[in-house]
């Protein structure tokens, strides 16, 4: 079955620091991936998206993320976080012959001022 | 812009009693997803529409729950006999069909079953 495994649950980071989390999915096949954010009170946004072509796409916030195939990873990267970027963030998969997405377990980022 | 919408966004209720929750999704979203979420956890797939016919249903999801979008706009999720396990939030997403399926999601119904 596929599965979506997100390495750190809880992440607590500084004003400035780098942050990244991991994002590793189980299928062999073509697969879509999305990274969504949930701010304190607010419903899931999505952050980014990779369907196809440059491995390294660029989301909102200054958020990017990598999709490594052999890896089956796409993890998240921001080289400077801000207070604001407190949240839960969450991985997702669609293989596309579904309309499903599968998600993983999240994480909670807090990013002390 | 008008996003996706749910109601009610807090239901409170009795073990055994029924419930029924109503989703609106983005008007020119022919895709309507249901989705559950609990503490600590990832939102899970329940089921998810095309126009009004349902297109897939997770195993998880028992007879006790029962969906619909009868005109292929708004979807009603329904849980029968509600159980303390059905403690979760209830999330709705819409998506346009075609290969890009960027899923766009409202605010939940969180459900607390006594």
């Known amino acids: 079955a596929q599965s979506v495994s997100q390495h750190n649950h809880h992440v607590i980071l500084s004003e400035a620091a780098s942050l990244e989390l991991g994002c590793n999915y189980s299928?062999?096949?073509?697969?879509?991936l999305f990274w969504y954010v949930q701010y304190p009170g607010q419903h899931l946004q999505l952050l980014l998206k990779?369907?196809?072509?440059?491995?390294l796409v660029k989301g909102i916030k200054g958020f990017e993320a990598e999709f490594i195939k052999s890896k089956f990873s796409f993890n998240l990267r921001k080289p400077s976080v801000q207070w604001s970027d407190t949240a839960e963030y969450f991985c997702?998969?669609?293989?596309?012959?579904?309309?499903?997405?599968?998600f993983g377990q999240g994480t909670t980022l807090q990013v002390k001022p | 812009d008008t996003g996706v919408s749910q109601d009610p966004r807090h239901k409170i209720t009795k073990r055994g009693q029924n419930v029924t929750f109503r989703c609106d999704p983005i008007?020119?979203?022919?895709?309507l997803y249901w989705y559950r979420q609990t503490l600590g956890q990832g939102p899970e797939f329940l089921t998810y529409?095309?126009?009004?016919?349902?297109?897939?249903k997770s195993r998880l999801l028992s007879d006790r729950f029962s969906a619909e979008r009868p005109k292929g706009s708004f979807s009603t999720l329904e849980i029968q006999r509600t159980e303390q396990g059905d403690s979760a939030m209830y999330l709705c997403?819409?998506?346009?069909?075609?290969?890009?399926?960027?899923?766009?999601f409202g605010p939940g119904t969180r459900l607390t079953v006594l």
């Open positions: 997702a998969v669609n293989t596309g012959n579904t309309g499903k997405l599968i």
């Open positions: 529409f095309q126009n009004e016919a349902q297109l897939e």
């Open positions: 008007s020119e979203h022919n895709r």
């Open positions: 990779y369907f196809s072509g440059d491995p």
């Open positions: 997403a819409s998506s346009k069909q075609g290969v890009v399926n960027e899923q766009f």
């Open positions: 299928y062999g096949g073509t697969v879509n």
